[in-house]
């Protein structure tokens, strides 16, 4: 694979623990390494490319690119009902009838009411990635 130019769907939040990114070309990307810097913008360009043997992605709105890898899509769409965040135990059940839990004990409020959301299997195992937000956690099939 070649350097890819695309851009991302949806809102873009910085970088934080294995934050996840959807582009429109259908590739899924996730952060490698743990990096926080919180920038908001919708639907940012970028451009992944490699680097000495690993990916960069570098965002239209960001002073500096972070190491990626591709990742794998095990799940999406809405969230069935109002979303709270994280809480140490909580249930999401996607509009597919699918549930996940949370498995892994992290505490982080955001509220949103039917939001989308993806289940992906990357760096940091299968996680939850909820629009609008740059956390992700752990989950397991419910």
Known sequence: MTETKSQLIGEFTGYNDGAVFRLNNGQIWQQRRYKYQYKYKYRPHVRIYPD???W???????????????SS??????????????????????????????????????????????IVDGVNGVVLHV????????????
């Not at 960069?56 to 591709?70: H, N, Q």
């Open 52 to 54: 000495g043997g690993r």
């Open 56 to 70: 960069m992605a570098e965002f239209d709105c960001m002073t500096d690119p972070i190491e990626v890898v591709r």
């Open 73 to 118: 899509l095990l799940d999406e769409g809405a969230i069935t009902s109002d979303f709270k965040g994280f809480d140490g135990d909580a249930r999401f059940t996607f509009n597919s009838g699918r549930v996940w839990r949370q498995a892994e004990y992290k505490y982080c409020y955001h509220y949103a009411h039917r939001p989308t959301a993806m």
């Open 131 to 142: 629009d609008g937000m740059s956390d992700t956690v752990r989950v397991r099939r419910d």
